[in-house]
C-alpha cells in the first residue's frame, strides 16, 4: 500500500521550505519557455529510465536532475515534477505537469501545467491549468515499413511573439492551437530491407523510439526560408535505459521531456 500522506501541519513547512528553494507554485515556468529562437546550438539533455521503467529522469549535461516523470500503470499518464536540489519534488506541490493520452491506442497527448503561471502572476483566487502541447501520433508507410510519426501541435504565436495563454480562467477564448513540428521521415533502404534516419553521431543504439522533429514543410510561421527541414528534437538511444534529447526553439524542456515520453509505447 502507499505511504500515508505526511499530517496536515507539515504541509505549511514543506511548501515555505519549497519557496525558499525557489520551487514555489508558478516558478515552474522557466521549464517551459524555450532558447531563444537565435541560439545557433541546440540544448542538450539525457532521459534516464530505471530499469522497471516506473520512473524518469531529466538530467543536464553534468547528471543534475531536472524533471521526474512517474507513469501511471496502464502508461496513459505521466505526472510530471519539477525536482529540488537534484532529488524528489516536495510532497506539498504534487506534480507541476502532467501528460495525459485522451485514449487506450495513446495516439493522442495533452500536455498542462497543473497551475497557470499568468493566473498566479495576476493574484487570482482561483488559478486554472494551463494547456501546453498536444501531440498526434500516427503510422505511415515508407518503403516497405512502417514508421512512426507524430505531429506537434503548439498555441499560436501573439503579435509579440509570444505563445498565446490557453487557460480556462485567464485565456483568451479565440486562442488557437498551430501544428508547430512533425516528424522527420526516416528513408527506406533496399539494400538492408530496413528503414533509415541519420542522427549525425548523437545515436548509438536502435530503438523503434529514436525519431526526430522538424517544421513542416509548408510552415508558413516566422522561421526563415532556410529552416524548414531543421531538426528542432532529436531523441535517440544511447544505452540500455538512457536516451539522448537535444531541442532547440520553439520547444522547452518539458515539452521536449514530454513529447520523448509519448513514446514509451513505440515497440
Not at 502532467?98 to 487570482?124: F, H, I, P, Y
Not at 530491407?193 to 509548408?218: E, H, I, Y
Amino acid at each position: 500500500p502507499p505511504p500515508p500522506p505526511p499530517p496536515r501541519q507539515w504541509r505549511g513547512f514543506e511548501l515555505a521550505e519549497a519557496m525558499e528553494q525557489g520551487m514555489g507554485p508558478g516558478l515552474s515556468s522557466s521549464h517551459v519557455e524555450p532558447p531563444a529562437q537565435s541560439e545557433p546550438k541546440e540544448e542538450r539533455l539525457v532521459v534516464v529510465r530505471n530499469p522497471n521503467r516506473t520512473l524518469y529522469s531529466l538530467q543536464d549535461q553534468s547528471g543534475k536532475t531536472m524533471l521526474v516523470a512517474k507513469p501511471s500503470q496502464d502508461g496513459c499518464r505521466f505526472d510530471l515534477h519539477v525536482t529540488r536540489d537534484g532529488g524528489e519534488s516536495p510532497l506539498s506541490l504534487g506534480p507541476s505537469f502532467t501528460m495525459v493520452a485522451s485514449n487506450g491506442s495513446r495516439d493522442q497527448w495533452a500536455l498542462t501545467s497543473v497551475r497557470c503561471d499568468r493566473c498566479e502572476s495576476r493574484g487570482k483566487r482561483q488559478c486554472g491549468q494551463r494547456e501546453l502541447m498536444r501531440l498526434c501520433h500516427y503510422v505511415e508507410s515508407v518503403g516497405d515499413g512502417q514508421a512512426f510519426c507524430m505531429d506537434v501541435d503548439l498555441p499560436e504565436l501573439a503579435e509579440d511573439g509570444s505563445r498565446v495563454v490557453l487557460c480556462e480562467q485567464c485565456g483568451d477564448p479565440s486562442s488557437q492551437w498551430a501544428m508547430e513540428l512533425t516528424a522527420r521521415r526516416p528513408k527506406w533502404n533496399p539494400k538492408h530491407k530496413s528503414l533509415t534516419l541519420d542522427f549525425n553521431g548523437r545515436c548509438s543504439m536502435a530503438s523503434a523510439k529514436n525519431f526526430q522533429l522538424q517544421v513542416p514543410p509548408d510552415h508558413n510561421g516566422q522561421e526563415t526560408p532556410s529552416s524548414p527541414g531543421k531538426v528542432k528534437l532529436l531523441f535517440g538511444k544511447i544505452g540500455e535505459h538512457r536516451f539522448t534529447l537535444d531541442y532547440r526553439y520553439p520547444l522547452g524542456a518539458v515539452q521536449a521531456f514530454a513529447t520523448a515520453l509519448s513514446t514509451s509505447h513505440w515497440k
